[in-house]
């Protein structure tokens, strides 16, 4: 303990002592501190000029007398300094506060109304995105009912001509032949008929099915309903037609039988052609959805026929390598456009020399 | 705000004064030792042009506030004095402070005694150096600084003794601490 002891007061020489607080000062030089307190106080006042000029000045009379209101006068300027300096710094803080608030919000508005703009954009591009290909699909579903239109009119217009051919044969058959015997001929002949209609009608419709159903299977799966809805459409139509052909043939077989013979081959011409243009425009529609692979195989079906959509189709389809990084087919097709010598031979050619 | 500053140490509020430029921790700087001050220009007060003290105290903190910007204190005390002494010698411009090499010795063995603080060996070590350090000192000077420290005396009870002033005792102490420390340094430094 007596070590301790020692060993404590000897390191008191170097201990770190605060200097006189307004306090202490004239305590001290009352002595009306304890001899604990005192002795620090010397203790402070070894190393401490300043303390110690403090209280040698102190002791003086003279300068004790002045030194409280000149010490509570230094106070008071020093904390009025302060406190304007505090409420100036307070306003400060307050008004940096202020601003530091008011730019927040205004980055957050800038920040939301930029977000609510490209969220705008981005659905508007999106919404036009989706528009894009259904107008597409649309105008070529629109134009196929034109198509399939047109075919009965074809068929109408080639049936028509037959009425037109055979209506003066009938005419003409009867003026020749007695009026008594025509009328007569005409009940019966509506009788017989009805069993003829059926066997007519059965060949004529299979003879027109049979085509019809050799182009189904030319088509491919996909527009299947369509090519059906023809076959039924047709073979409706061939229905309705077939009795009045077969009527007026009846009367005049000969050229009846001609004129059937030419109408099943205009018929499959005109539907061939109906057909080419809907499947180019469906490869068109795969084309442009990006599915490749289903527009090279129409594209392929069309190109081994000749005319304006073999050659059309031969172009497309070398677009359609092109794209898909088959670079040596699609210059084989563009050379072959360019044999062709149709109209697509310029852009062919164009697109080889950028080959 | 003020409460929490005037709980600060002076090394604390003159770091904030120099880096935060904190100029309410100067202000609670200057407060903690404005009576002092007021005390040491107590006698040059009213002793020719520009002495009142109007004039004198606030341009006083005004030197102090300057030389705080730019001084590096490691005490708070010797440079209030210094810059006190500057301007009582009427230096127009503020001459640079730089503490005393002695002074920075002693303050070198302050802060060693602080951190051997909480442990007991150290504080065995350093007490066993101090003490063969105190045994190297003059006579006089081991006296002085045993019987004030290990024995407790004051300042008046040692001038009794030996019959010297409280000044001169002072001195005497001053002198020994300082030289006490010169040597602990040096030993450390060899």
Redesign the interface.
């Known amino acids: 303990m007596s070590n301790l002891e020692n060993n404590e007061k000897i390191l008191k020489i170097f201990s770190n002592i605060r200097c006189l607080n307004r306090d202490q000062l004239p305590r001290y030089l009352d002595g009306r501190l304890t001899d604990v307190e005192k002795h620090l106080v010397e203790q402070h006042l070894v190393d401490c000029n300043l303390c110690f000029d403090a209280l040698q000045v102190l002791q003086q009379q003279q300068y004790r007398e002045k030194y409280q209101p000149l010490a509570t006068s230094m106070q008071q300027y020093i904390r009025s300094s302060i406190k304007r300096i505090s409420q100036v710094h307070k306003v400060e803080r307050y008004q940096r506060q202020e601003q530091k608030k008011e730019s927040f919000l205004i980055y957050f508005w800038v920040v939301a109304a930029i977000a609510i703009g490209a969220g705008v954009i981005y659905l508007v591009q999106q919404q036009v995105r989706l528009k894009s290909p259904v107008p597409k699909a649309i105008a070529s579903n629109a134009e196929l009912p034109p198509a399939q239109s047109e075919n009965p009119p074809v068929q109408a217009a080639v049936v028509v001509p037959v009425h037109a051919e055979a209506d003066p044969a009938p005419k003409t058959a009867p003026s020749t032949a007695t009026a008594p015997a025509a009328p007569s001929v005409t009940p019966i002949k509506p009788l017989e008929k009805k069993d003829s209609l059926t066997a007519a009608v059965k060949p004529p419709a299979t003879a027109l099915v049979i085509p019809l159903k050799d182009s189904a299977k030319k088509l491919p799966p996909p527009p299947p309903k369509p090519v059906e809805a023809k076959e039924t459409t047709r073979v409706a139509t061939a229905h309705k037609d077939t009795p009045t052909v077969v009527k007026k043939t009846e009367d005049k077989p000969a050229p009846a039988k001609k004129e059937k013979a030419d109408t099943p081959e205009k018929k499959p011409a005109a539907e061939a052609s109906g057909t080419d243009e809907f499947l180019y425009k469906a490869a068109q529609v795969y084309h442009h959805q990006g599915d490749l692979n289903e527009a090279i195989s129409r594209y392929k079906h069309l190109a081994e026929g000749s005319g304006k959509y073999g050659e059309l189709s031969r172009y497309q389809l070398a677009v359609c390598y092109r794209s898909k990084g088959q670079t040596g087919k699609a210059r084989r097709m563009f050379k072959e456009v360019v044999r062709m010598n149709g109209s697509m031979k310029d852009k062919a050619q164009a697109a080889l020399d950028n080959l | 705000?003020?409460q929490q500053l005037t709980n600060l140490s002076d090394k604390e509020l003159i770091s904030r004064a120099r880096k935060l430029k904190d100029?309410?921790a100067e202000?609670?700087l200057?407060?903690?030792?404005?009576?002092?001050?007021?005390?040491?220009c107590?006698?040059y007060?009213n002793n020719g042009p520009a002495t009142t003290?109007e004039e004198v105290?606030?341009a006083l903190?005004q030197r102090l506030s300057a030389s705080l910007r730019t001084q590096t204190i490691p005490k708070a005390?010797?440079w209030?004095?210094y810059t006190?002494r500057a301007q009582q010698a009427q230096a127009e411009k503020n001459s640079p402070f730089f503490p005393s090499t002695e002074s920075r010795e002693?303050q070198q063995?302050?802060n060693?005694?602080?951190k051997?603080a909480t442990n007991l060996k150290e504080?065995?070590l350093?007490?066993a150096t101090?003490?063969s350090a105190?045994g190297k000192l003059p006579a006089e000077e081991q006296y002085f600084?045993k019987e004030?420290?290990?024995h407790?005396k004051?300042?008046a009870e040692l001038a009794a003794t030996k019959n010297y002033t409280i000044?001169k005792t002072?001195q005497i102490?001053?002198q020994a601490?300082q030289k006490?420390?010169s040597l602990l340094m040096n030993e450390t430094y060899e």
């Open positions: 705000m003020l100029q309410e202000g609670v200057m407060e903690r030792y404005s009576h002092l001050m007021v005390a040491v107590l006698p007060l003290p105290y606030p903190l005390n010797e209030i004095h006190i002693q063995m302050e060693k005694v602080e051997a504080q065995q350093l007490a101090i003490e105190l600084l004030f420290y290990l407790a004051s300042f000044e002072r102490l001053q601490k006490m420390a």
